[in-house]
């Protein structure tokens, strides 16, 4: 099957912005989703069809996608918003779903 | 308000099965596809299985196809996987997953339960 390859870690200072990237072969055909997931709890929906936010959602997640690349922002990042974050697509090889490997973000 | 509750996890010995559950409520499950999405300790998600609304499309990831068994009863609102042939490395915290947003996405997740592997 395709891949989603992420950072494994990234860090953002309290406030500012942060962009967290997804790369796959995927992602040219088909729409990308994001999750966050905290320890301990289950994964939610942040981001679904590349830029759209579930009811919800706070607007300080956006979500884009350019060519083989999608990628989550977080505006005015809160100290809540530290947490693994995973990018997901259908994969026209192999498996239906794909999961990217996971960013896990912290915030200074 | 939409839920999903898996039930069933535990510890169970190399080569032997398990069957978890999820129940659902809040909406009618008889209009969504679902999904079975894992995730071993430690690690990121892992996508397993899909079933589709009326069970005619079901799809397993190569990790787990032929071993486990997916299934539901859209009158009860349940969701079913059974395992079998369990290995070491299937221990993790179960997740069923609904394919929600016209197929774009997992839009309700349930918490997981886990399935412990071990001798």
């Known amino acids: 099957s395709s891949e989603l390859t992420q950072d494994p870690a990234v860090s953002v200072a309290l406030g500012q912005t942060v962009r967290i990237t997804c790369h796959g072969d995927s992602l040219r055909a088909y729409f990308a989703s994001w999750y966050r997931q905290k320890p301990g709890q289950a994964p939610i929906l942040l981001i679904y069809?590349?830029?759209n936010r579930p009811s919800g959602i706070p607007d300080r997640f956006s979500g884009s996608r350019s060519g083989n690349t999608a990628s989550l922002t977080i505006t005015g990042t809160q100290a809540e918003d530290e947490a693994d974050y995973y990018c997901?697509?259908?994969?026209?090889?192999?498996?239906?779903?794909?999961f990217g490997g996971g960013t896990r973000l912290t915030v200074l | 308000e939409v839920q999903l509750v898996e039930s069933g996890g535990g510890v169970v010995q190399p080569g032997g099965s398990l069957r978890v559950s999820c129940a659902a409520s809040?909406?009618?499950?008889?209009?969504?596809?679902m999904n079975w999405v894992r995730q071993a300790p430690g690690k990121g998600l892992e996508w397993i299985s899909y079933i589709n609304v009326v069970s005619t499309t079901i799809y397993y990831s190569d990790s787990v196809k032929g071993r486990f068994t997916v299934s539901r009863d859209n009158d009860n609102n349940s969701l079913f996987l059974q395992m079998s042939g369990l290995r070491h490395e299937d221990t993790a915290v179960y997740y069923c997953?609904?394919?929600?947003?016209?197929?774009?996405?997992?839009?309700?997740w349930g918490q997981g339960t886990l399935v412990n592997v071990s001798s």
């Open positions: 997953a609904r394919d929600g947003l016209r197929g774009l996405a997992f839009d309700f």
């Open positions: 809040g909406f009618s499950l008889k209009n969504y596809g």
């Open positions: 997901n697509s259908r994969d026209s090889i192999g498996d239906p779903w794909v």
């Open positions: 069809g590349n830029n």
